[in-house]
């Protein structure tokens, strides 16, 4: 289907060109395609890779104002060129080329972007170091021509007129909701982003986002179609429901890579992609391998099986990733600039084990069996009931999974009213999201032995993220009501209506007493949770909250 990602390679897949092969080698190679080099047409600098790719690069902002594939133009939609972020405007922008490589550089205040072309491939090498806030956000976006790849991919705009929240979330006249927010998709979970249509695949290769924020759960833009064309996006840095500072340095190389419509090659994809022929490139910030390390742990104990494992490394200055086997828990996080990091662990996206390591240049720092105690793992609590499980995700809640890709509206949505029976598919039953002014005092049913109705109890509930301050205060059987908990550190910006529930994941603990159970085993107990927060607006902009588990502990 067009717009789909991970796509078995193409016949003709496009790899690193010949003189790449030679690892390590200076850039002073003499085998050329038949036409590679740059000239310069008084506005821009043309770049002819000598394979079927030609792109051109204004000499005033560094705008990419062309990109020809097989003598057809692709950029441009709106009269706009592609660029970080809206354009950077005035720039100094100048070319060279060494042996089979050509690049591009440009300069904008304490910005600096590169454009790198390969002699015999279809693929624009892109770099971006920003040191400062001088540039508020950081992405850059292909701006591709109306017309070029039709498609109405769950993350796509296109055919929906109606702006229904900001002027980004619209609705179609059949009920479906469209935003460009709306990827399904976290960093970790894709490697490439484009289209495919009519023997042609334009992509877009992320970076290793070592030096974005918000970790491998992040979701943000990928790609979207309007009515004026479509774009492609690598966000290195996005503020919406973020959870960490903004890094700053050089992020890359990221890849806008044509095909003949398959997949790019996995050569380019993070983490399989070595770029010695840039070592000497003169790129600021730039660190080869040689001047990276890796992080390997052999085992990790303690693990539920029935969850994927995620390692990360985090500290001020860079993040990386890696999934653990799910056999043994083993894994390996290359390409890791030195340094001090926090390592965590997550089962799902919930962490349960956090320990500190460091990194040297050319080195591998080795980890034993880390051996997660049962204790930093909420599931292993034993429960009278618990709805949901302990992963960090909405996963299994009602609406959990339209949620990534569509707005709370959405016809799709089963109603996000409804009482809950534990016991009779509760999880299914009760909604991945709670708001003040939608759903909230929903109302959950239990019942209770004679010996449990004796005891105090204590009630869990896990939550992923929150806007505007909201969340849970309990009620029991009308006989005994929480206080108002504090509000858990969230993101400030929308998160639940823009396909995002991943914040800052907290749990709220409430004892409630004994005398606050019905004695009779027959008769069900009541159990209203009520959204609560003097801010937020109305409807589904009124105080909400992302569920992750509730669990009553025996």
Known sequence: MPGSVNRPVGRRAFVLGATAAAAGTALTGTAHAAGFGWSDDGSNYVVDTGAQLVFKVSKSTGDLTSLVYRGTEYQGYGGMNSHIESGLGASTVSIRQSGSTILVSVTHGTLRHYYAARSGENNVYLWTNKADTSVSATRYIVRVKKGAFLNDEPDSYTYAPTAIEASDVFRKSDGQTRSKHYSKRRVMDYDHIGWSAGG??????????EKASGGPFYRSLLRHQSADGGGLYEILYYGQNQTEDQRFGLQGPYVIAFTDGGAPSSALFPGTLTTPWADSLGIAGYVPASGRGKV????ISGRNTAHPYTVGLANAAAQY??????SDGFFSVPGVLPGTYALTVYKGELAVYTTSVSVSAGGTTTLNTIAIPSSNDPSNASAIWRIGDWNGTPAGFKNADLMTYAHPSDVRAASWTGNVVVGDGETAAFPCYLWKDVNSGILVYFRLTAAQAAAAHTLRIGVTTAYANGRPQVTVNDAWT?????????PNTRSLTNGSYRGNNHTFTYNVPASAWKTDPSQYNVLRIDVVSGSGTTGFLSAGTAIDAIDLLA
């Open 296 to 299: 390997a742990g052999v085992r």
């Open 482 to 490: 929480s206080a108002i908990p504090s509000p858990p550190t969230q």
């Open 321 to 326: 990733w890696g999934s653990a086997r799910a």
């Open 200 to 209: 042609v695949g334009l992509w877009m290769v992320r970076s290793n986002h």
